[in-house]
């Protein structure tokens, strides 16, 4: 079992910046792939990003790429997702996941909870 705790979420003008931070405990973080991803109200789940075990890769969803970075680090057992030049279409539930593999679908094996990010125009 993994257990994913996110935090960093809150309310930003339009053009801020927030880091969002998700926080791993159970099972060997290293091994895991971990993936953001984001709900707006009335909408499916879209993927936001995600990053390999060991951090050589990362993937974004296309609304998102030159504004979010996805990191990690294993020594602390926690992945951040930095988001810079927010925009009112950004508001949502972010949700941090683990998985072995690191992937855009929505298969992953662990969830957080999720933090909610308000961006105000």
């Known amino acids: 079992q993994v257990q994913l705790v996110e935090s960093g979420g809150g309310l930003v003008q339009a053009g801020g910046s927030l880091r969002l931070s998700c926080a791993a405990s159970?099972?060997?973080?290293?091994?895991?792939?971990m993936g953001w991803f984001r709900q707006a109200p009335g909408k499916e789940r879209e993927f936001v990003a995600a990053?390999?075990?060991?951090?050589?890769?990362?993937y974004y969803a296309d609304s998102v790429k030159g504004r979010f970075t996805i990191s990690r680090d294993n020594a602390k057992n926690t992945v951040y997702l930095q988001m810079n030049s927010l925009k009112p279409e950004d508001t949502a539930v972010y949700y941090c996941?683990?998985?072995?593999?690191?992937?855009?679908?929505?298969?992953?094996?662990?969830w957080g909870q999720g933090t909610q990010v308000t961006v105000s125009s």
């Open positions: 996941a683990a998985d072995l593999v690191a992937t855009t679908r929505d298969e992953y094996d662990y």
């Open positions: 990053i390999s075990w060991s951090g050589g890769s990362t």
């Open positions: 159970g099972r060997t973080f290293s091994s895991y792939a």
